[in-house]
């Protein structure tokens, strides 16, 4: 499926121009972290118009709000959709995330963006996963089956190379990042990464779970 020429040091600009001519109907997914941020410069230079699909659980940083706000000002010809399950904000000391994170994430993004692709069916999705984030996301490759084709063009670049990129076309990145919040969810969730631990380190920390359930496990897309 892979094409033969590729390899780890293919640019991830020829992977997504390969993408939207396999794949026209193909929609983005993206929480806006640095990654996400690189992904929408890089589609936006192979000519992408279509949707940037984003799950709004009721628990995000204002400024990953903010952040959304400002890539979708930058990038007008892309279509930004907020999803929602609708759930207001569960009772102070009773929040669902505290006795079961899994089912937390599965009611207030999986279940909505699940939804959402079963209704619009595209044949793929682009997004912005690589390798280095954690450990179990060290055998992503540019193309990953799953219940539709998973496009990652970012799967071999490492944190430094998406810092230069940002840097390099002045791209807006969540403030929070720049105080060690380098993989940003929801705030009772995640807290900044420490000194040697991996980029998703932050997110459920002490809950043994790295994943929201979007890519991995029986719910994922």
Known sequence: MIPEHWSPQTPPLEVIQWALEHYPDLIITSAFNLNGVVLLELA?????????VFVDTGYHFPETL???DRLSARYPQMRFVTLSAGLPPDPWGQERFRS???GCCNARKVAPLRAYLSQKNPSALLNARSRDQASTRQGLDFLEPGQR??????????????EAFAQKHQLFVNPLYWSGFLSIGCWPCTRAVRPGEEA???RWSGRGK???GLWQG???L
């Open 44 to 52: 936006a230079q192979a000519g992408y118009t279509g949707e940037v």
């Open 66 to 68: 903010e952040t959304r």
């Open 100 to 102: 079961d994170p899994d």
């Open 149 to 162: 084709l998973r496009i990652n063009p970012l799967a071999y670049w490492h944190r430094a190379q998406l």
């Open 200 to 202: 998703r380190a932050g």
């Open 210 to 212: 790295t994943e929201c």
């Open 218 to 220: 029986e719910q994922a």
